[in-house]
């Protein structure tokens, strides 16, 4: 199988197994969309699905020093992932029969797309630009250069917050 990993990602793994943190947070960061979006495939099931993708960042962390970088990290990350999902579905079963309805998930994607096009200009462009394209806090900075990059933060946390809480409504 061919090796994914650019020059960051194998720079951020070897940050990683010297015991940088942060780094593996980067990581993370990189990879989240891709572990959870197969957790939830293989259990759609949300809470699940969270379960497994933060039991898959766990087990890479306690075994990012003995990782190759001549393989791909994302594979990596998908089999553990597919581990922790195959384990869950023995333990507690499949979850195919909770799954009744399919005009759910077009009233839940539209309900979310609503939302978030009613959020204020900036957090909407916060939002969008990490959470949906992929920007980082930097760069996202560089869009708007009167926040900080810890604002940029602590505003998302808090769009996040406010979006989830309007999708429980």
């Known amino acids: 199988m061919e090796n994914e990993n650019t020059n960051y ?7 990683a197994q010297s015991g940088r943190k942060n780094a593996f947070f980067d990581l993370c ?3 989240l969309r891709n572990v ?3 957790a939830y495939r293989l259990i759609p099931d949300i809470e699940r699905a969270q379960k497994i993708t933060l039991q898959t960042f766990l087990i890479a962390w ?6 190759d970088t001549k393989n791909s990290y994302a594979i990596w990350l998908k089999g553990i992932t597919v581990k922790f999902a195959i384990r869950d579905l023995l333990k507690y079963g ?3 029969n909770k799954i009744t309805d399919k005009t759910f998930f077009a009233y839940d994607y539209e309900k979310i797309e609503n939302l978030i096009i009613t959020l204020p200009n900036e957090d909407r462009i916060i939002f969008v630009l990490h959470d949906l394209e992929g920007f980082t806090y930097e760069e996202i900075k560089n869009f708007l250069e009167d926040q900080s990059t810890d604002e940029i933060k602590s ?7 406010q ?7």
């Open 36 to 38: 959870f979006t197969t």
């Open 163 to 169: 979006l989830m809480t309007k999708m429980k409504l």
């Open 62 to 67: 306690e075994n990012i020093s003995s990782f």
């Open 155 to 161: 505003k998302l946390l808090a769009i996040r917050e």
């Open 94 to 96: 499949d979850v195919s």
């Open 9 to 15: 990602v194998v720079y951020l793994i070897e940050l």
């Open 29 to 31: 960061g990189i990879n």
